[in-house]
């Protein structure tokens, strides 16, 4: 079975500082990674994915991943915090093995990201 | 293209009843997932429908049910409610049930059991 561990469920940062969010995944196939970010009282909004083409992903609002097989983790990191980052982070992994994957992704415990001023 | 929808946004029952909620999913897209969210729990899967058939269940009891209609928008049904189905629920969509396939989320609806 797959799963997703998120290291940190909260991370604070100054404003312009580097954003790091930690996420490592096991799988026994080769895994689509996905960060999805939540604002309070909204759905989830896709930030970036991996689907086994280019290992440094680029999201959309200067986010970026880098899938690395070895470590089984896919890190999100921004190199500079803005205030309207805040907000909680959610890692997710699909593609079991099986025919268990249609529709199903699995979610880390998610991060909550704090920005100071 | 207008997002996926999600009916009603707010809902409070009480304990023994059972809910019903509404999913519209993006033009096109045939796939529709849901999830629980819960703060000791997380995001959870609870099943994915794709041209009316449901091809994946999560590990939830079977008060939880759903449905999908011939233009893709579906509905969950949570029967005897229990006051740990609080939570938010979201629906996502998607073109294909494909993993790779990116899923595009509701805002969700926000039940309370009382």
């Known amino acids: 079975a797959q799963s997703v561990t998120q290291l940190g469920s909260h991370v604070s940062v100054s404003e312009g500082a580097l954003v790091l969010l930690r996420c490592n995944y096991s799988?026994?196939?080769?895994?689509?990674l996905f960060w999805y970010v939540q604002y309070p009282n909204q759905g989830l909004q896709l930030l970036l994915k991996?689907?086994?083409?280019?290992?440094l992903v680029k999201g959309i609002n200067g986010f970026e991943a880098e899938f690395k097989k070895s470590e089984t983790s896919f890190h999100l990191t921004k190199p500079s915090a803005h205030m309207s980052d805040a907000a909680e982070y959610f890692c997710?992994?699909?593609?079991?093995?099986?025919?268990?994957?249609?529709?199903?992704?699995?979610f880390g415990q998610g991060t909550i990201l704090t920005v100071h001023p | 293209k207008a997002g996926v929808t999600q009916t009603p946004r707010y809902l409070i029952k009480t304990r023994g009843q059972q809910v019903t909620l509404s999913c519209s999913p993006i033009?096109?897209?045939?796939?529709v997932s849901w999830y629980q969210q819960t703060p000791g729990q997380g995001l959870q899967f609870l099943f994915e429908?794709?041209?009316?058939?449901?091809?994946n269940k999560g590990n939830f009891p079977g008060r939880f049910s759903g449905r999908q209609f011939s233009n893709s928008r579906s509905e969950m049904n949570v029967s005897t409610l229990e006051l740990g189905d609080s939570a938010l629920y979201l629906c996502?969509?998607?073109?294909?049930?494909?993993?790779?396939?990116?899923?595009?989320f509701g805002p969700g609806t926000r039940l309370l059991v009382l």
């Open positions: 996502a969509s998607s073109p294909r049930d494909s993993p790779q396939e990116t899923q595009y």
């Open positions: 799988s026994s196939v080769p895994p689509y």
């Open positions: 991996y689907t086994s083409a280019a290992t």
């Open positions: 997710a992994v699909s593609g079991d093995a099986g025919g268990t994957s249609y529709g199903k992704l699995t």
């Open positions: 033009s096109g897209h045939r796939s």
């Open positions: 429908y794709f041209s009316e058939t449901q091809r």
